[in-house]
């Protein structure tokens, strides 16, 4: 079983929509867990960052984590076509940057106008 | 400049080249990574280093070669690399790997192309 599971897409959906975008994980030690938005021929740039299980809000995103499902999400509230990007989860274990960030293969969101 | 940049952005070799993929950090951080973006795969870690030092080989082929002369500047050396090797390699930075949770900041990329 792999680290972190994360839905390839493309996922497409109208502008103004909900999006939910979704990971899991299998190793428990994890504790950090953020998200990143990659554009087109870019490298990836930290959008949200959460620390254990909680929400966390910043504007239109919302991150969620729930340890005991060991299962993390992003909500973008009113989707923009500028929203279109691939979407990394990504996490690490307490004292583990070292390790440097377990990924999963991220999803492609494409909002249409 | 600001953040992290990466040098050159795209790049086409050889199997029996030898190339050199560079990265600068301008943030006064103390850890520089690579890492290997493969399409439909997760990023991959390929080497850490902390204030200069590597920590980190994620069992990577001896045909890529890291360099890490001081904390700002990182390079990544290829040779004879296989036509799998193909991916985007990122260059990436953080302030102190020891803390947890570490946010790290990425550059651009390479995009590598091995004929």
């Known amino acids: 079983q792999k680290e972190v599971e994360q839905d390839p897409g493309p996922l497409s959906v109208p502008e103004g929509a909900i999006v939910s975008l979704n990971c899991t994980y299998s190793n428990s030690a994890f504790q950090y867990f953020m998200w990143y938005r990659q554009y087109s021929r870019k490298g990836p740039e930290l959008l949200m960052y959460t620390y254990s299980s909680g929400n966390k809000e910043d504007g239109r995103f919302t991150a969620q984590v729930d340890k005991s499902s060991k299962y993390i999400s992003l909500f973008i509230r009113d989707s923009q076509p500028s929203d279109s990007a691939t979407y990394l989860c990504?996490?690490?274990?307490?004292?583990?940057?070292?390790?440097?960030?377990?990924f999963g293969k991220g999803t492609h969101l494409i909002i249409q106008p | 400049e600001t953040g992290v940049t990466q040098t050159p952005r795209h790049l086409v070799m050889g199997m029996t080249n030898k190339k050199s993929l560079k990265c600068e950090q301008h943030?006064?951080?103390?850890?520089m990574y690579w890492y290997k973006q493969s399409a439909k795969k997760p990023l991959e870690l390929m080497f850490v280093?902390?204030?200069?030092?590597?920590?980190e080989n994620n069992s990577v082929p001896s045909r890529f070669s890291p360099e890490c002369p001081n904390s700002s500047h990182l390079f990544l050396h290829l040779h004879t690399l296989q036509p799998e090797d193909s991916a985007l390699y990122l260059c990436?930075?953080?302030?102190?790997?020891?803390?947890?949770?570490?946010?790290?900041?990425f550059g651009p990329g390479t995009r590598l192309l091995v004929l």
């Open positions: 280093y902390n204030f200069k030092e590597q920590t």
């Open positions: 990436a930075s953080s302030q102190d790997p020891s803390a947890g949770g570490e946010t790290q900041y």
């Open positions: 943030l006064g951080h103390n850890a």
């Open positions: 990504a996490m690490s274990a307490a004292g583990g940057g070292a390790d440097g960030l377990t």
